[in-house]
């Protein structure tokens, strides 16, 4: 079955440090992949997707490209601050409706990730 | 304001006592599931519904029940609920575009 691994953490960086999260991930066919972000005390929000090989998403100053022949999404960002303290999840989608994940999602196990000032 | 709602937020109980979490969403969405959040399992799918009286089983559906009878709502039933239902709830509503979330369900089972 379809699966998504990535670095558990806790990640620990100090404030304007460059992030990087990896994700890879094992799917039948073309999936669309995403990262989730959960600030504390809250649910999921969106962060960014890709529905195709080499496509990039962003927001925020996050990036992130599916890369197929690697089968990887690794999440990063150039200049973290302490507001991006959260819990990050990768999370792929290969069901009917795999540009917005209808069928379903397959997360990671998430990565609490810490910003120090 | 597009939203999931779900309620309520907090809930503690204690075995056997049957109860359910409600999950109402505003955007006419077709799709909805329900996922369970715990420490170092990430987000496993319990239940999900095509559309209206269309349900089908997740990765962990056991001692769960989900019915689908309007399309805004998706309530979660536990029948019998045991100390292992302790977790984190999430109902997440979607049109293809994109999965909304709700704020979540802070399920305790004593």
């Known amino acids: 079955g379809d699966s998504v691994t990535q670095m558990e953490g806790p990640v620990t960086l100090s404030e304007e440090a460059f992030l990087t999260i990896n994700c890879t991930y094992t799917?039948?066919?073309?999936?669309?992949l995403f990262w989730y972000v959960q600030y504390p005390g809250e649910g999921l929000q969106l962060l960014l997707k890709?529905?195709?090989?080499?496509d990039k998403g962003s927001n925020k100053g996050f990036e992130a490209t599916y890369r197929k022949e690697t089968t990887s999404f690794h999440l990063e960002k150039g200049s973290v601050q302490v507001s991006d303290s959260a819990v990050y999840f990768c999370a792929l989608s290969a069901g009917v409706y795999s540009g917005g994940g209808a069928d379903g999602l397959t997360f990671g196990k998430g990565t609490h990730l810490i910003i120090q000032p | 304001e597009a939203q999931v709602t779900q309620n309520p937020r907090y809930l503690i109980t204690v075995t056997g006592k049957k109860l359910t979490v409600t999950c109402s969403q505003n955007?006419?969405?077709?799709?909805m599931s329900w996922y369970r959040q715990d420490p170092g399992l990430g987000l496993r799918q319990i239940y999900y519904s095509m559309n209206v009286e269309v349900t089908d089983k997740g990765d962990v559906p056991e001692g769960y029940k989900v019915s689908r009878k309007e399309k805004r709502n998706f309530p979660l039933i536990l029948e019998s609920p045991s100390p292992n239902q302790t977790s984190l709830y999430f109902c997440?509503?979607?049109?293809?575009?994109?999965?909304?979330f709700g704020s979540g369900t802070r399920l305790t089972v004593v």
């Open positions: 799917a039948t066919g073309y999936p669309s």
């Open positions: 997440a509503s979607s049109s293809g575009q994109g999965i909304t």
């Open positions: 955007m006419n969405h077709e799709y």
């Open positions: 890709a529905t195709k090989a080499d």
